[in-house]
């Protein structure tokens, strides 16, 4: 041992990340001691900072260990120590309250469902939380939907209101205690309870009772609304038919999937096939949606999700779910909370209002909801856990960015909207906040912006949106420019696509963006919607697009497969469309849709994939018009699982400066196919083999290494898996979006940093 070892020296120790609601700095005083430290810790606005003081040896086993042994919900992703003068006679190890004045920053953690250890203490009869549905310590419970403030402690979350009982007050004072300075901490003496409601309002009981009517009501096929850690959801029997038919009825929601609640991972597997990943994104501490297949067995009623082989599958979320789950004994249908055109309701009152006919018994509590945070939709993919729907144990979760300045606010686009701030070195992408289809929707994405800027303690330099001119998202950013007296940055729909991706991965480019999506305003005035994009910074040149074809009806197409097919016929044959899709339309409305496309009235021209997919889905016999987006594609997918090796159709590329992808030779593939009786199965896989293709041959001609998919095409999992394959076969280096959306729910995060760079000239 060194001599140097030996001596006295004294670290000044800046953690950064998510690092402060977790539990870190019950370890930090735990590792002081172990290694005879003297020191102390705070939690500041950048994040957590120490000073430790004792011999070398003891300094770098003390910041091993601190690596080694982090708490699961903690990220550390900066440690930086700094030599600092020696504080004579100090003596044991402090954890210093964090000051007022500090400038916030971003690393509060998310919402985390119940830890291993809670869960033990709630299912023990003896203890003093046994059965309490709200336990949680400093490794679990509620975190971004309770926070009111930055710095992160209790007097700045909505538990404000709960002042903690001796026994509580103990444990969060104790440094060995795993509820140590766990700011959400509650007890049945102390905490927030459970109330069941009737829809009036009525207090029917509280507690155990209220739990008991609530199960007691699922299980007589009632709904049930329950307010969550993010919000209502409503509840109903996923093994009853007629629940289920209830519910749709209700919710008008006719055939768009319904998520199921499981009791436990065993009775998941006897309805689905999980595999590892699966069940390990199915059990975090996010605890998401995870789409599982389907297996013959009949526990769930066919009804959650009609036509299709994959179940929204989850775990209970909270200990609140563990308990009305246990009671109901059986899978729920779990669904937001809302009108499908309106955000979450997240207080008793709103739940109670808006929720008026759709349940018949509430669930409540008096912990208030500080915003609306929805569960989160994840699949698992062939590059691991891939997010559809990034909300409740996921957001806040910044990512890095490279340049600190300008700050940004970008306001995303229409469907599943959210809001991205880039801020100091991180973004910071809202929770989805649905569509902006009323002016509730609009509201709270205005809302969400304000929070996330008081959040970082920011003002915007700059805002950005979309191009489409008709957004709500757009119009609020033109009012927020006014308001901030800032510039605004238009960003082309699927140059955002792509640059999200790039953000993710953190690729400065030139990457070749394939940015295969519904439909999203291009710079000439089409619809586009299967671009390929040459992007470098905050560049982005088209090098690639399907052949423009009329879309009759422009965005009202969007449930109308029907409308895209007549489109490409009419394209490829003129007045002999007519023919063709006369089984799709009744003699009146293809009189409308005739003179609509001869004289290109109300009928732009589109280049998107989601579109084709839509034609090919009709032409194929899947479906003419669909009850939600992206339905027909859905299935169409679902269907290809069933053919066996098939080849692709033609697809031939042609043009120079930027090339065209004809799809007549693949329509008439088709519709020989359709003729000569090929199944749809058949059909929709050649459609598949033929996108994968494709996108090699576009790939080829780019002249550049790495490949972005994006774009709501990619959450087809068959689409994505075998574009992947296909382009790492001919040596391109192939990243997907997983940590955010592939769909519009990414846009934000790609106009932010689009938007910066431009600032900046880059
Ligand atoms: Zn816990
Ligand atoms: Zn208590
Ligand atoms: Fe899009």
Redesign the pocket.
């Known amino acids: 041992m060194s001599l140097a070892a030996k001596a006295q020296a004294r670290w000044a120790i800046s953690l950064a990340g998510v690092v402060q609601g977790v539990g870190l700095r019950p370890l930090l005083y735990r590792l002081a001691g172990e290694h005879g430290l003297s020191g102390w810790a705070r939690n500041e606005a950048a994040g957590v900072r120490v000073e430790v003081q004792g011999k070398k040896e003891d300094l770098t086993a003390f910041v091993e260990a601190l690596r080694s042994e982090a708490p699961p919900g903690a990220a550390i992703r900066e440690v930086e120590i700094r030599e600092a003068p020696l504080s004579p006679g100090e003596r044991g190890f402090h954890l210093v309250e964090s000051g007022p004045g500090e400038r916030p920053r971003s690393s509060l953690p998310p919402d985390?469902a119940?830890?291993?250890?809670?869960?033990r203490?709630m299912e023990s009869p003896g203890e003093r939380r046994s059965r309490y549905p709200f336990?949680?310590?400093?490794?679990?419970?509620p975190r971004y939907t309770i926070v009111l403030g930055l710095p992160y402690d209790r007097a700045r979350t909505t538990l404000k209101g709960f002042p903690l009982c001796a026994a509580c007050a103990r444990e969060h004072g104790d440094p060995a205690d795993?509820?140590f300075h766990?700011q959400p901490i509650a007890c049945p003496a102390c905490g927030p309870r459970l109330a069941a409601l009737a829809p009036d309002g009525r207090e029917l009981a509280t507690g155990e009772a209220a739990l008991a009517i609530a199960a007691f009501a699922l299980g007589r096929g009632e709904v049930c609304a329950a307010l969550g850690v993010g919000g209502f959801q409503l509840l109903a029997d996923a093994t009853s038919a007629d629940a289920i038919a209830l519910l749709r009825r209700r919710k008008a929601r006719a055939e768009k999937p319904f998520a199921v609640m499981f009791p436990s991972l065993e009775s998941l597997r006897a309805a689905c096939a999980v595999s590892a990943a699966e069940e390990e994104a199915l059990g975090s501490q996010a605890a998401p949606i995870v789409l599982v297949r389907r297996t013959g067995a009949r526990l769930v009623a066919a009804g959650v999700a009609p036509g299709s082989p994959w179940i929204g599958a989850m775990l209970p979320s909270t200990p609140m779910h563990r308990l009305l789950l246990s009671g109901a004994a059986r899978p729920l249908v779990c669904t937001s909370g809302n009108l499908s055109t309106e955000p979450l309701c997240t207080s008793v009152e709103e739940g109670l209002s808006r929720l008026q006919g759709l349940a018949d018994v509430f669930l409540v509590h008096d912990r208030p909801v500080a915003r609306p945070v929805d569960d989160s939709v994840a699949r698992v993919g062939p590059t691991g856990l891939q997010l559809l729907r990034r909300a409740r144990g996921y957001v806040p979760g910044a990512i890095p960015r490279r340049e600190a300045a300008p700050v940004v606010l970008a306001l995303g686009a229409h469907l599943k909207s959210t809001v991205a701030l880039a801020a100091g070195h991180e973004v910071l992408v809202s929770q989805h906040l649905g569509d902006l289809d009323s002016p509730l929707a609009t509201a709270l994405l205005e809302r969400t912006a304000l929070d996330l800027l008081r959040f970082l303690d920011a003002r915007p330099d700059v805002i950005a949106c979309d191009l489409h001119p008709e957004y709500a998202s757009t119009r609020l950013a033109e009012r927020l420019s006014a308001r901030f007296g800032v510039p605004i940055e238009r960003v082309q729909h699927h140059h955002a696509h792509v640059a999200a991706g790039m953000a993710e991965h953190d690729l400065e480019g030139p990457v070749l963006g394939l940015a295969w999506d519904g439909i999203g305003h291009g710079t000439d005035g089409v619809l586009w919607g299967g671009e390929a994009l040459r992007c470098e910074g905050a560049r982005a040149r088209r090098t690639a697009h399907l052949r423009p074809f009329p879309l009759p009806g422009g965005e009202v197409a969007i449930r109308e497969p029907r409308r895209a097919a007549a489109g490409l016929l009419h394209a490829m044959l003129g007045a002999g469309f007519a023919e063709r899709v006369s089984g799709f339309f009744g003699a009146e409305e293809l009189r409308v849709l005739r003179a609509m496309l001869d004289r290109r009235v109300n009928t732009p021209l589109t280049t998107s994939v989601g579109r084709l997919f839509d034609a090919i889905a009709a032409l194929a016999g899947v479906r003419l018009k669909c009850t939600f987006e992206g339905q027909a594609a859905m299935e169409l997918e679902a269907l290809a699982d069933d053919a066996g090796d098939v080849e692709p159709y033609p697809f031939p590329l042609s043009g120079d400066e930027a090339l065209i992808a004809d799809w007549e030779p693949l329509v008439r593939g088709v519709l020989d196919d359709r003729a000569g009786g090929a199944p749809a199965s058949v059909v929709s896989a050649r459609l598949h083999a033929s996108l994968a293709s494709l996108a090699g041959s576009i790939a080829e001609r780019a002249e550049v290494a790495s490949v972005v998919l994006s774009g709501g095409c990619f959450q087809n999992l068959r689409l994505a898996t075998s574009t992947r394959a296909t382009l790492e076969r001919r040596g391109f280096t192939v990243y997907t979006p997983a940590r955010f959306p592939p769909n519009d729910g990414g846009i934000s995060l790609g106009q932010a940093c689009i938007a910066a760079r431009r600032r900046q000239g880059s």
């Open positions: 985390s119940p830890c291993e250890a809670c869960i203490e336990t949680n310590c400093a490794h679990c419970g795993r509820r766990a």
